[in-house]
């Protein structure tokens, strides 16, 4: 296991209790991993800070491969049945019917998606899971930018807004992509050390919005766009020069429009502001 705190600059930390981690998240003010310890068989390893480590069993016969969380509760998934737990202490068996290899499993949009081979199933609470269209052989899912993504192989990339509509993506590849993750662009990586990386399509996101009054402790702004979109609100002094754009702040946005007051326009003769999608 490495931990970074700038993803420059890595560490190595290997909790004593695990000895295979297969996946790990962060939910409910905790890291929560799982995978295979020797004694206990299929476990969870939790933390708070990323250092120290507790190791909690699940089922001695649980192979675990992967790991989300969403909706106040964690889920595992691995070979058969799906676990879940509130707090990556104690697990229960929600499934108790076989449902063959999963091999990864994200949550976004209210909706747990969990893959494996000729499989993909949607679930809103970890309980009941619900069967999607099969002929995809996957092996890693994530969700970003209002998207999941699922890769497998032969160089396989499909997406989906819901978990239900399903579309293929051209990967330019027919090795196995093993795992995909988001941040500002989806990342994929697979065999022979392969790395794929997307940004998002522009089109799949709502240009943000701003309007504004002057107020008494500034110019009051208000920005909304698509919820989980970042953007970068700028000003200018004149219109003319394109190159007089400076920052102002970054934003994150949600459901509700978000406001957001430039202080340092007090005093000012006119500013000009936009906001941009950022990357």
């Known amino acids: 296991m490495l931990t970074s705190i700038d993803g420059t600059n890595w560490e190595a930390n290997e909790p004593e209790n695990i000895e295979r981690l297969e996946g790990i998240t962060y939910g409910n003010g905790s890291f929560v991993g799982v995978g295979l310890n ?69 949550f976004g949009n209210g909706t747990f998606v969990a893959v494996g081979n000729n499989k993909i199933l949607r679930s809103s609470d970890g309980l009941t899971w619900t069967p999607g269209p099969g002929g995809y052989s996957l092996m890693g899912i994530t969700y970003g930018a209002g998207t999941f993504m699922a890769v497998g192989s032969p160089g396989t990339v499909i997406t989906s807004p819901d978990g239900i509509t399903w579309t293929s993506q ?66 200018a002094p004149e219109l003319g020069d394109s190159g007089s754009w400076q920052t102002l702040t970054t934003l994150k946005l949600t459901n509700a429009p978000t406001a957001w007051v430039d202080t340092s326009a007090l005093g000012t003769a006119r500013r000009f502001y936009r906001a941009t999608a950022s990357p």
């Open 38 to 106: 020797n004694l206990l068989g299929g476990a969870a390893i939790t933390s708070i800070d990323g250092t120290n480590w507790s190791a909690h069993n699940i089922n001695p016969a649980f192979r675990p491969a992967g790991i989300a969380y969403g909706n106040n509760v964690f889920v595992a998934v691995g070979d058969g049945p799906t676990f879940s737990s509130a707090d990556g202490l104690t697990w229960t068996n929600r499934s108790p019917s076989a449902m063959g290899y999963l091999y990864g499993v994200a």
């Open 170 to 235: 051209s990967s330019g590849t027919d090795l196995m992509l093993l795992g995909v993750a988001y941040g500002r662009e989806f990342i994929s990586v697979g065999a022979n050390g392969i790395i794929l990386q997307s940004r998002p399509a522009r089109s799949a996101l709502e240009a943000p919005r701003i309007t504004g009054a002057l107020g008494t402790s500034g110019f009051e702004l208000i920005i909304s766009g698509t919820a989980g979109a970042t953007c970068v609100v700028q000003y």
